[in-house]
Nanobody, 123 residues
Framework: QVQLVESGGGLVQAGGSLRLSCAASGRTFSSYATGWVRQAPGKEREFVAVISWSGGNIYYPDSVKGRFTISRDNAKNTVYLQMNSLKPEDTAVYYC????????????????WGQGTQVTVSS
């Protein structure tokens, strides 16, 4: 069993930066692929980033590539999402998600989810 708790959301102006954290409990967390998924009001859930258990493989969609960076510290059971050059269209609730399977994280079908943290980017 893995429990995920996100933090670091908030209000920022366009062009600014935020760093989200996802703190995990559960001794098997270091063996899970972990990622971030966001959902804006009235929109479909959107995959944002994923990192393999070792950190050796990372993937982003084009919408955030070059602006967002995902990383993990397995010793601290924490995954981070550094978000730079934020745009108003990045406004959403950001969820941390973990699964034994990389593809499940990308597909939004992870076994484990956090409660989400709100990110609001003003223009």
């Amino acid at each position: 069993q893995v429990q995920l708790v996100e933090s670091g959301g908030g209000l920022v102006q366009a062009g600014g930066s935020l760093r989200l954290s996802c703190a995990a409990s559960g001794r098997t967390f270091s063996s899970y692929a972990t990622g971030w998924v966001r959902q804006a009001p009235g929109k479909e859930r959107e995959f944002v980033a994923v990192i393999s258990w070792s950190g050796g493989n990372i993937y982003y969609p084009d919408s955030v590539k070059g602006r967002f960076t995902i990383s993990r510290d397995n010793a601290k059971n924490t995954v981070y999402l550094q978000m730079n050059s934020l745009k108003p269209e990045d406004t959403a609730v950001y969820y941390c998600a973990a699964d034994a399977t990389w593809s499940a994280v990308v597909a939004g079908a992870s076994d484990y989810w956090g409660q989400g943290t709100q990110v609001t980017v003003s223009s």
